[in-house]
């Protein structure tokens, strides 16, 4: 199984470019989730989708905008890049079914740099 | 609001030592519980969790971790590290009440000396 894939891996903008990151999960999660980690700082998180239809924002989602395509596919668009949206970017799955405390399960980020 | 501390930023350890990552939270009731390893270049791996029952709990890679009601604790231990254990280890609590967001710690990144 592929689990969580995040694309692209790597992506150098310049300020005011506007790109779409690419998430897909293919364990029928019903919850995804997008994290920015920065050093020092953890990870935070910017949008999550609870399920199929629904999202929400997180601690930082200023910036952003998410679409949930479907239950497979979770994207995070970035509208006017600014240099301080420059991160690693997290997509993340779990499988919440009106219960709380399920892992999650990361792809393996998207190194973002803003120029 | 839970909240989650790991209070050491970086470990040194020789290979072959032993090891003990901190972990406290904060929650009213009994949450969730998570550690997760981050190795370079790479996404966060489950190592183990803690729901209920037995306060010792095993997890991948020959890691342990044992839930401390009354210190508020879930530290991580392993007996003997090896120095592919370097990496960033990163504690998280759920609440019990239905919250699908986790609350992480800032991380603790493991540095092996040979």
């Known amino acids: 199984n592929a689990g969580v894939t995040q694309t692209p891996k790597f992506q150098v903008l310049k300020t005011g470019q506007s790109m779409t990151l690419q998430c897909a999960q293919d364990?029928?999660?019903?919850?995804m989730y997008w994290y920015r980690q920065d050093p020092g700082m953890g990870l935070r998180l910017i949008y999550y989708s609870a399920s199929e239809g629904t999202t929400d924002k997180g601690e930082v989602p200023n910036g952003y905008n998410v679409s949930r395509l479907n239950k497979r596919e979770f994207s995070l668009r970035l509208e006017s890049a600014a240099p301080s949206q420059t991160s690693v970017y997290f997509c993340?799955?779990?499988?919440?079914?009106?219960?709380?405390?399920?892992?999650?399960?990361f792809g393996d980020g998207t190194r973002l740099s803003i120029l | 609001a839970q909240s989650v501390t790991q209070p050491d930023i970086h470990i040194t350890v020789s290979e072959g030592a032993s090891l003990e990552l901190r972990c406290n939270y904060s929650?009213?009731?009994?949450?969730?519980l998570f550690w997760y390893v981050q190795s370079p270049g790479q996404g966060l791996q489950l190592l183990l969790k803690y729901f209920s029952g037995d306060t010792l709990v095993q997890g991948i890679k020959g890691f342990e971790a044992e839930f401390k009601r009354s210190q508020s604790s879930f530290n991580l231990r392993k007996p003997s590290v090896h120095w592919s254990d370097a990496a960033e280890y990163f504690c998280a609590v759920h609440a019990s009440g239905g919250s699908y967001i986790p609350t992480f710690g800032r991380g603790t990144s493991l540095i092996v000396h040979p």
């Open positions: 929650y009213g009731a009994t949450p969730y």
């Open positions: 364990m029928n999660h019903n919850s």
């Open positions: 993340a799955s779990s499988e919440n079914k009106g219960t709380s405390g399920q892992p999650q399960h």
